[in-house]
DNA sequence: ATAATAGGCAACCAAATGGTTGCATGTCAA
DNA sequence: TTGACATGCAACCATTTGGTTGCCTATTAT
């Protein structure tokens, strides 16, 4: 779950799960194409997106082709943001609370 | 928004969180009980989470008072787990159908 | 008044991160 | 078979990150 969140942590990263999104099976090269970073870069975030297990991928000859695993995505939605979907209308009311209260 | 996915990429600032979702409006020295971090780390931590607007504080004579915020994690939720919420059937499926085919 | 308490600020440090360049390897096409 | 193409590996670099220690300031309690 840790390896998770800090795949999700950099730009680049989101911006890869974006491009996959839009388009699932990409090759390397393809995911680079437009990219203001070299290939190898893109390697790395891809490295840590497969380690997250956000990406999984196949050789086909030479190709390496890339699909998007939404999966662990919607494992933080349901066990780590679904907790703090409930506080949310609390936390609101509470600070409300807090805000209009004048002994402070 | 990158902000937050930053903030949250720590998992000493995750456990802050959990912290304050147990127990909202705790002090900084509170807060700090029974970790194995200074209070200089924590303070740290919290500035992080402060400026991602994941934590709200009060000034009440000496003391800090934090309070949870979790309103940018509903956002995350919202605008963009939800959008691969959506892939997760549709990836799943393809996988299935790519790892039935044999021409590979 | 003064000591204890709650927190803030700044300098410093090691390790992790995000990126690069250079070269090696494997596969396809002419 | 040989050149071009797709990717892999490793060394290196600057910056960011997560943490520390030491000291300063403000508030409270005795």
Redesign the pocket.
């Known amino acids: 779950m840790d390896e998770v969140f ?1 795949a999700l ?2 730009a ?2 989101r911006s890869l799960l974006d491009r996959l999104h839009a388009k699932n099976g990409q ?4 995911l ?1 194409d437009g990219l ?11 490295a ?1 997106l497969e380690d997250a297990n956000l990406v999984t ?1 196949f ?7 890339h699909y998007l695993n939404p999966v662990p995505i919607h494992q933080i939605g349901e066990r780590w943001i679904k907790k703090f979907e409930r506080a949310k209308l609390v936390a609101l009311s509470e600070l409300k609370r807090r805000l209009e209260s004048d002994d402070e």
């Open positions: 800090k942590a950099d680049s990263r090759t390397l090269n393809e680079c203001a970073m070299t290939r190898q870069a893109v390697t790395k975030h891809i840590i991928t050789r086909h000859g030479r190709e390496k082709l």
